[in-house]
């Protein structure tokens, strides 16, 4: 799987767009891009993945840049309840079940009141 | 969804006693699953794949014989952790492999485990 690199933390005023980013510039052609979080004493919850085109669904968009080297995940309007860590995970799609999911060390998003 | 559970969600025992954690798939079934042991502000470390009806595979590192694994059945597979110590507190996740169109993993809520 290639390496992606998150910021450690980040801080996003409640009812604004949480931008996350990930950088994983060794990602191959046949990677997907996955985002998952982790409330805390939860495991984790899958949000969404892409491959080179954006991708929304009814949690956050993902914003693939067009050389795939890195990436963005938007919560359009960010809520307490999403404090969290957000792992970014590349790995390919077909992959996704008979391997154990890698986790990095992501990034701790704190909303904030 | 898939739904996984882990059971119990919180547990404390005593130095040199065994604890079995359970992990079931409820609306699906499983032929992998996987365990993960996190300690604080850490993140998620693979500790062991379990495939129904078969041995484990553990990490490098993992000690088989006290992280005991069982997958007997499609929908369940426990982690049994033997005489365990203070150094074994820790959350223990589980996740569990879907074939249903889209092959995919899905995670339990976690348990917590406090060794005293």
């Known amino acids: 799987d290639a390496k992606t690199t998150q910021p450690p933390s980040m801080d996003c005023a409640e009812g604004r767009a949480a931008n996350l980013p990930c950088n994983h510039s060794?990602?191959?052609?046949?990677?997907?891009v996955y985002w998952y979080r982790q409330i805390h004493s939860q495991g984790p919850q899958y949000i969404i993945h892409?491959?080179?085109n954006n991708e929304t669904n009814e949690m956050a968009s993902l914003i693939i840049t067009e050389d795939r080297k890195s990436s963005t995940l938007i919560l359009p309007h960010a809520t307490l309840r999403d404090t969290a860590v957000y792992y970014c995970?590349?790995?390919?799609?077909?992959?996704?079940?008979?391997?154990?999911?890698?986790f990095g060390s992501g990034t701790r998003l704190q909303v904030q009141p | 969804g898939a739904v996984v559970s882990q059971h119990p969600s919180r547990v404390i025992c005593k130095s040199g006693t065994s604890v079995k954690i359970e992990c079931r798939s409820l609306?699906?079934?499983?032929?992998?699953m996987f365990w993960y042991r996190q300690f604080p502000k850490q993140s998620l470390m693979l500790m062991a794949t379990?495939?129904?009806?078969?041995?484990?595979?553990?990490e490098q590192g993992v000690e088989k014989d006290k992280f005991l694994i069982n997958h007997a059945s499609l929908t369940l597979s426990t982690l049994t952790v033997t005489s365990a110590h203070p150094e074994d507190s820790s959350f223990y996740i589980c996740?569990?492999?879907?074939?249903?169109?889209?092959?995919?993993?899905?995670f339990g809520p976690g348990t917590r485990l406090t060794v005293l």
């Open positions: 379990s495939n129904e009806g078969s041995k484990a595979t553990y």
């Open positions: 892409g491959l080179k």
């Open positions: 996740s569990a492999r879907v074939s249903r169109g889209r092959d995919e993993q899905f």
């Open positions: 609306d699906f079934q499983a032929t992998t």
């Open positions: 995970i590349v790995r390919v799609a077909e992959d996704t079940g008979r391997r154990a999911l890698t």
């Open positions: 060794t990602i191959s052609g046949n990677e997907y």
